[in-house]
């Protein structure tokens, strides 16, 4: 009571000393600062000395001045934390950027710049890059072959076992049936071993419209050096050497985006092997082809990678063989 009176007592004498009428920002200020310098151990004195009038305005200072240390606060707490941002904004920088010309086949790469910045040189060139870009989708279907026989040394003599023929006769039915949904498919392409060629003509007779070719360079062999290492697998590094061209070629020559040509999606089914497939969609994906080992193919099992206009790469399934009973699936 004796503040209330003392403060009350203040207010009554600079209303009888100031010739500035009570609610003025004068008469806040010159009240507001005496009482407020006088009783910082009260701050209830402060509002007690105000007039009626200035209440209001004196709310809005304070939750102004409160909203301010607040922000402050706030950024103080959070100056050692990192914003997170969803990969779709514009702000987020990737650990590893989508290479667009992966295969060599962006448009822009394929016609030259043009030579002055002329209104008909850039129509000219816009033109030409419409001309080449990919206009279709392009579906490539890879097969492991069957289980097959290790013992023999050659390659002749490595022959499907009898499930691996009941595996490469389960995966001809189930392209079969996906070609009443798709459509015909364009082309067979197997390797030239043995197991695969045997596969091979096992599913070409679900698939009799569809032509059937051979290619060396889809040969099982070792791509790159896997990381991490295995023990029980150690090629000798003329084999990586060897193999692994081969089979980057075979990656270059097959897997692409569609040719401008091409106007309707295509379904192609390769017929070859796991390390071949694996490397394939490690380097499809972008992945490090390294990482091909880390990945595990059942025997007839199915592999889909669609390749789109813009260069885009979709893998619908790796090694799918639900279509394979379980009790004759097989890895070796």
């Known amino acids: 009571m004796q503040e209330t009176a003392w403060v009350l007592a203040h207010v ?35 509002f007690l000395a105000m007039p009626p009038s200035t209440y209001g305005r004196a709310a809005r200072v304070v939750c102004g001045v409160g909203a301010v240390a607040f922000g402050i606060y706030l950024g103080y707490e959070n100056r050692h934390r990192t914003t997170l941002r969803a990969s779709w904004t514009t702000n987020f920088k990737p650990s590893v950027e989508w290479d667009w010309n992966w295969d060599r086949r962006e448009p822009s790469s394929l016609v030259k710049p043009p030579k002055t910045e002329d209104e008909k040189d850039s129509n000219e060139y816009n033109v030409k890059v419409e001309a080449v870009k990919s206009k279709a989708n392009r579906h490539l279907i890879f097969i492991r072959h069957g289980q097959y026989d290790m013992s023999p040394k050659n390659d002749e003599g490595r022959i499907l076992t009898g499930l691996g023929k009941e595996q490469a006769t389960f995966t001809g039915k189930r392209l079969q049936e ?22 091979a003509q096992i599913i070409s007779g679900f698939l009799p419209k569809v032509p059937l070719k051979s290619c060396g360079l889809l040969r099982e062999g070792a791509p790159i050096p896997p990381e991490p290492p295995i023990g029980h697998w150690r090629p000798e590094p003329s084999q990586f050497y060897e193999d692994g061209a081969r089979i980057e070629a075979a990656f270059r020559k097959y897997v692409h985006r569609a040719d401008a040509e091409q106007t309707v999606d295509s379904y192609e089914v ?63």
């Open 12 to 46: 009554r004498k600079q209303r009888d000393v100031s010739k500035v009428g009570a609610g003025s920002s004068r008469d806040l200020s010159s009240n507001f600062c005496y009482i407020f310098s006088n009783s910082l151990a009260n701050p209830r004195l402060v």
């Open 178 to 199: 996906l070609s009443k949904e798709l459509g015909d498919f364009d082309l067979i392409m197997q390797s030239t071993m043995t197991r695969a060629m045997e596969t």
């Open 270 to 332: 390769f017929v070859c092997h796991a390390n071949v497939i694996r490397y394939f969609v490690c380097r499809a994906l972008q992945f490090p082809p390294e990482a091909w080992l880390r990945i595990s193919l059942n025997h007839g099992s199915i592999t889909w990678l669609t390749v789109r206009p813009n260069g885009r790469v979709v893998l619908k399934a790796l090694g799918d063989s639900g279509h394979i009973p379980v009790d004759k699936l097989t890895t070796s």
